[in-house]
């Protein structure tokens, strides 16, 4: 996601002309879920993927089409055929995607930068009909845009796409203006990770990328306000409503409204960050390591001699500080998680003193199993008593149990159970797994 975040901000900020493409559905195994992100220039290599290769030169064929009208389209692809026909072809995902397409606009950034500056949202837009494709030949599948899809979802949407007709986009013309602050907000501008580490709290006034909003959508933000409209009252009540709730639970998804079409809600979070505390020469595999992942690293260390930018040059920052001073260097929230890996028994037993009674969602701890009980029981003899709930979301030792034992073995089990617990898995064995890998829809449904 980085790369395509970074490959779209460069070809807005040099002006050139390209498509952007979205997964708004996914059904089945598939090789990437809702929210995928794919870069198309009009001249050059695309940057990203949106499945194992199975679709990205029908996607590219059908993106030309878009940055030559200027009209985005939406593409469905349907490879849940039950023998291997499709594995022949090298298409047996065994799922379905619907694919946005949409040539690139300023919004696009606008929305990259409010996540890179560590605000929570959601983006509402309108979808054109569905044009359901043949996997295998590229060509039109059977059914006409408007017709039911599998779902029993009618795919036509029944508002009108900003600029239908005409294909040249436009500006939302009601609705709060997409610029405006929240009620109670400062207008001191966009808020974002500064000295102390902190993320944006509030609405930003700009994007950066053009205040506009090019396109017809709604933004929801975590405070409960939104700007922008998608064309009614009405409409907008409704998928307002909606995209509150997926917010809360970090869904990204189409959403079907029965006699209004169908709109895809985009939840924007923060990249969740891996604070390292600890900065000796275990840590350096896994700040490498957690980097391509999309974590911004975070190295916190008192020492000078280590705590060093140049010995992390994948780290988003690198703090020297002790552990009582950690909070106010770095904010400790719940997409946060930690690994305490000083070497020194004062220095963790600090640092873990430090992020105890705040809503991280993992902390690990370097070492066997008898030291972190030592370091608990340090925390007990300074009138610390770990509850219940801050007791299971220490993970001594730390890593899921890969047998490994260099550095970089270490790092990779350890970023293992970071990733387990960042989704909600046990880290078994995917053999050994009931049911698909992937969430059903109902399964969804019932996260909310």
Same mark, same amino acid.
């Given at each position: 996601?980085?790369?395509?975040?970074?490959?779209?901000?460069?070809?807005l900020e040099e002006g050139r002309a390209g498509a952007v493409a979205t997964i708004t559905?996914?059904?089945?195994?598939?090789? =990437?879920?809702?929210?995928?992100?794919?870069?198309?220039?009009?001249?050059?290599?695309?940057?990203?993927?949106?499945?194992?290769?199975?679709?990205?030169?029908?996607?590219?064929?059908?993106?030309?089409?878009?940055?030559?009208?200027?009209?985005?389209? =939406?593409?469905?692809?349907?490879?849940?055929?039950?023998?291997?026909?499709?594995?022949?072809?090298?298409?047996?995902?065994?799922?379905?995607?619907?694919?946005?397409?949409?040539?690139?606009?300023?919004?696009?950034?606008?929305?990259?930068?409010?996540?890179?500056?560590?605000?929570?949202?959601?983006?509402?837009?309108?979808?054109?009909?569905?044009?359901?494709?043949?996997?295998?030949?590229?060509?039109?599948?059977?059914?006409?845009?408007?017709?039911?899809?599998?779902?029993?979802?009618?795919?036509?949407?029944?508002?009108?796409?900003?600029?239908?007709?005409?294909?040249?986009?436009?500006?939302?013309?009601?609705?709060?203006?997409?610029?405006?602050?929240?009620?109670?907000?400062?207008?001191?501008?966009? $808020?974002?990770?500064?000295? $102390?580490?902190?993320?944006?709290?509030?609405?930003?006034?700009?994007?950066?990328?053009?205040?506009?909003?090019?396109?017809?959508?709604?933004?929801?933000?975590?405070?409960?306000?939104?700007?922008?409209?998608?064309?009614?009252?009405?409409?907008?009540?409704?998928?307002?409503?909606?995209?509150?709730?997926?917010?809360?639970?970090?869904?990204?998804?189409?959403?079907?409204?029965?006699?209004?079409?169908?709109?895809?809600?985009?939840?924007?979070?923060?990249?969740?960050?891996?604070?390292?505390?600890?900065?000796?020469?275990?840590?350096?595999?896994?700040?490498?390591?957690?980097?391509?992942?999309?974590?911004?690293?975070?190295?916190?260390?008192?020492?000078?001699?280590?705590?060093?930018?140049?010995?992390?040059?994948?780290?988003?920052?690198?703090?020297?500080?002790?552990?009582?001073?950690?909070?106010?260097?770095?904010?400790?929230?719940?997409?946060t998680f930690v690994v305490i890996m000083t070497h020194n028994f004062l220095q963790d037993?600090?640092?873990?003193?430090?992020?105890?009674?705040?809503?991280?969602?993992?902390?690990?701890?370097?070492?066997?199993?008898?030291?972190?009980?030592?370091?608990?029981?340090?925390?007990?003899?300074?009138?610390?008593?770990?509850?219940?709930?801050?007791?299971?979301?220490?993970?001594?030792?730390?890593?899921?149990?890969?047998?490994?034992? $260099?550095?970089?073995?270490?790092?990779?089990?350890?970023?293992?159970?970071?990733?387990?617990?960042?989704?909600?898995?046990?880290?078994?064995?995917?053999?050994?797994?009931?049911?698909?890998?992937?969430?059903?829809?109902?399964?969804?449904?019932?996260?909310?």
């Open positions: 996601m980085e790369a395509v975040t970074a490959a779209i901000l460069a070809a559905r996914a059904r089945g195994s598939t090789y =990437r879920r809702e929210g995928a992100r794919m870069w198309i220039p009009a001249a050059g290599e695309p940057v990203g993927s949106l499945s194992g290769g199975c679709l990205e030169g029908d996607v590219l064929a059908v993106a030309a089409e878009v940055i030559a009208t200027g009209r985005p389209r =939406r593409v469905g692809y349907d490879m849940t055929a039950d023998d291997d026909a499709l594995w022949g072809l090298g298409l047996g995902c065994n799922g379905a995607v619907d694919v946005l397409i949409e040539p690139l606009q300023s919004g696009h950034g606008q929305v990259l930068r409010w996540r890179e500056q560590g605000h929570r949202l959601a983006v509402v837009v309108p979808l054109p009909p569905l044009e359901p494709r043949d996997p295998a030949g590229a060509e039109p599948a059977a059914g006409a845009a408007g017709d039911p899809d599998a779902s029993g979802a009618v795919a036509g949407c029944g508002t009108a796409w900003p600029g239908e007709g005409d294909g040249v986009p436009r500006e939302a013309g009601d609705g709060a203006a997409p610029g405006a602050l929240p009620p109670g907000t400062a207008g001191d501008g966009a $808020t974002g990770a500064g000295a $102390t580490g902190a993320r944006g709290t509030g609405r930003p006034a700009g994007g950066g990328a053009g205040r506009s909003v090019p396109r017809r959508q709604l933004v929801v933000w975590a405070d409960g306000s939104s700007e922008g409209s998608l064309g009614s009252p009405e409409l907008d009540a409704h998928c307002a409503a909606a995209a509150r709730q997926w917010l809360a639970a970090g869904r990204t998804g189409t959403l079907a409204v029965p006699g209004g079409g169908e709109f895809f809600i985009e939840v924007v979070l923060p990249p969740p960050v891996l604070l390292v505390c600890g900065a000796g020469h275990d840590a350096v595999p896994v700040v490498e390591t957690a980097a391509p992942l999309g974590y911004d690293v975070v190295v916190a260390d008192s020492r000078p001699s280590f705590a060093r930018p140049d010995r992390f040059p994948r780290a988003r920052r690198v703090v020297r500080t002790h552990p009582e001073d950690l909070r106010r260097h770095v904010t400790l929230d719940d997409r037993a600090g640092f873990l003193e430090a992020v105890l009674d705040s809503p991280v969602r993992y902390i690990g701890l370097l070492g066997p199993r008898h030291r972190a009980e030592r370091l608990l029981e340090e925390l007990r003899r300074r009138g610390i008593e770990p509850a219940e709930e801050q007791l299971a979301r220490i993970h001594a030792p730390v890593g899921l149990d890969t047998g490994g034992e $260099t550095p970089e073995e270490i790092a990779c089990s350890l970023l293992a159970e970071v990733q387990a617990v960042r989704y909600g898995r046990k880290g078994g064995f995917l053999r050994d797994r009931p049911g698909p890998i992937h969430p059903r829809a109902e399964e969804e449904r019932a996260r909310g």
